[in-house]
């Protein structure tokens, strides 16, 4: 009888917008079940992170993977690319560790890049740590950047809810069709109501957010983050 490699597929995208569009989500699955066909192997299962962050393991996903390897239930994780799998030197190195005692492959379609010789893990760590130190090169200059037009008044970031551009293009004032929220907030905070009371408090009411969709709890507790700094 033949054997069949058993292969796990592993996507994620970082915002919600794009998990439920799926575009990029299904690109991903493209690359991962052509690549299986080549190495003949078996997907056994597809773990999917919509709308997740890759700054660490901190996903749903990541507590199925692990555990599957630990488990001797797969013999390789194909990705698309490295960036859905994790943009942390640190994480990704704990990964390969985990998967080489399980004697797991690594294989990355964008990279062309297979784990299971000792090649491929070096150029796959080198590869990571060239990406964590462009963005963070990238966040000291975006950061220089920002303080600077800070030293000059002028406005940076998004606007927070409740507050609009004035005329001048440079200041914030508070927007009156914006402004029932925050003082809704406030005030149901003031009753020590949680915030995914408040939030559904805030969809009882016919309230809906600057881009007219209902309110969940993160929306209640940026708002409400924003309020605890500005004092």
């Known amino acids: 009888m033949l054997w069949t490699m058993r292969t796990i597929g592993y996507v994620r995208v970082s915002t919600d917008e794009q998990a439920d569009h799926g ?3 299904e690109a991903q699955e493209a690359k991962i079940r052509a690549m299986a066909v080549v190495q003949g192997a078996e997907i056994v299962d597809l773990i999917i992170d919509g709308g997740e962050s890759g700054k660490n393991l901190d996903r749903p996903g990541m507590e199925r993977l692990p555990a599957l390897v630990e488990e ?19 994480d990704l190195a704990e990964l390969l560790e985990r998967f080489q005692r399980r004697g797991v492959s ?5 990279e062309s890049l297979d ?3 000792a090649a491929g ?22 950061r220089y950047a920002m303080n600077h037009k800070r030293s000059n008044g002028e ?45 559904a408090e805030l969809n009882a009411r016919g309230l809906r957010t600057r881009r007219k ?18 004092n």
């Open 23 to 25: 575009v990029s989500l």
């Open 72 to 90: 001797r239930k797969v013999d390789t994780v194909i990705i698309a690319k490295l960036d859905p799998l994790t943009r942390s030197v640190k």
């Open 106 to 110: 690594l294989v990355s379609v964008g």
């Open 213 to 230: 969709s209902s309110w969940r709890l993160e929306h209640v507790a940026r708002i409400v983050g924003r309020r605890k700094l500005a």
């Open 115 to 117: 784990t299971g010789s």
């Open 155 to 199: 406005r940076v970031g998004n606007i927070a809810y409740g507050y609009r551009l004035a005329a001048d293009s440079r200041r914030l004032e508070p927007d009156p069709a914006e402004q029932a929220v925050p003082t809704a907030i406030r005030d149901l905070r003031a009753r020590r109501c949680t915030l995914r009371g408040i939030a």
């Open 121 to 142: 893990r070096l150029v796959i760590n080198i590869m990571t740590a060239v990406s964590q130190w462009e963005r963070e090169a990238i966040g000291e200059r975006t």
